[in-house]
Every structure is written in C-alpha cells, then in structure tokens.
C-alpha cells in the first residue's frame, strides 16, 4: 500500500472534479442519505470537529493517513479498508471544505488507484430547530477492471461503508 506522501503528484481518476459543488453529474452511481446525530449548537460542534478531523472514517473501520490533521482543501488522504495484507489503499484529495454557521464539512474526490471515481461529501448541518443532522451525498462509478466485474459488490461495500459513516459519529446529547 502506498503512503500519503506519494499522492502529492497523484492525479484524479475522473474529469468533473469539483462538480459536487454544483450538483451529481450524468453517469455516475448518486448516493444520498442523512441520519439525525440529536439537537443543540454543542452537538453541531462536537459532530463538525469530529468529521474534520478523521474521526468519522477511523470510528467506521477505516485506516487514515492524510497529509493535514484537520480536513483542508488539497489534504491528501489514504484510507485503508480491509486487514493486513488484504488492506485496500483508497487515495483521495479534498477538493472542497464547507465552514458556514450552520454547515460544516468537506468532499474528497479519488485518485489514481481508487477503485471507485468520483467525489464524496460529508456535511454536519444545524437545521432550523436545533437539529443537528450528518448528511453524506456521493457519486462514483468504476474505475478499475476488477471494481468493473464487481459492480454490484462495489454498490453492496459503498452502501455498508456509508451506513457505517452515519452511524459513527457520538452525539453529546443521546
């Protein structure tokens, strides 16, 4: 598996990069689900610092090397999905950081090597209420041969790495 360092000069794996700023392009496999973490300005701040700072993806099984402590855009990030020599490098780059009052978070898009291509996005809102909500929107198609001959594994993993993401952040409140 490669290290975080050798991503510097990693190129993207597909063309719309940033495009999940102005909405999931055609071709793509969308993805978008949401889970209320509870209520309240602290658990709003208790959930952004936990997402930008790793904690989501190592709290769902992940490994995580990124080039920055805290999300930023241009962190490279290798996530490790798997075990020991069965562990799986998934290279990304941040192309996007969300710092608005009621909306935190950030989207990584894949790397040369990823077996997915395509762009992430993990966002904590504070909803008019008190509500605080994690929201993750996604889309991505192949980009290997063996994540080609795999496509419904591909989907089956995607989905159960994103509930895991959804069920991994604390709530100060619940």
């Not at 991503?7 to 999931?24: I, P």
């Not at 077996?115 to 904590?124: K, L, R, T, Y």
Request: net charge neutral; hydrophobic share 45%; aromatic share 10%.
């Amino acid at each position: 598996m490669a290290t975080v360092d050798r991503l510097e000069d990693a190129e993207w794996n597909y063309a719309e990069v940033g495009a999940m700023a102005s909405g999931l392009p055609v071709g793509y496999h969308h993805v978008r689900r949401e889970r209320i973490l509870g209520h309240g300005q602290a658990t709003f701040a208790n959930a952004s610092a936990q997402l930008l700072t790793w904690d989501l993806h190592r709290r769902s099984g992940l490994t995580v090397a990124a080039s920055t402590p805290s999300a930023a855009e241009g962190t490279n990030v290798l996530l490790g999905f798997g075990w020991s020599r069965f562990r799986l490098g998934i290279p990304c780059r941040v192309v996007r950081v969300l710092d608005e009052e009621a909306r935190q978070g950030f989207a990584y898009g894949t790397l040369v090597g990823h077996p997915e291509a395509g762009e992430e996005q993990f966002v904590i809102e504070l909803r008019e209420g008190g509500e605080v909500f994690i929201v993750i929107t996604a889309f991505s198609k192949p980009a290997l041969w063996w994540s080609q001959l795999g496509r419904p594994v591909g989907r089956a993993v995607q989905a159960a790495v994103t509930g895991r993401y959804l069920a991994a952040l604390r709530s100060r409140d619940s």
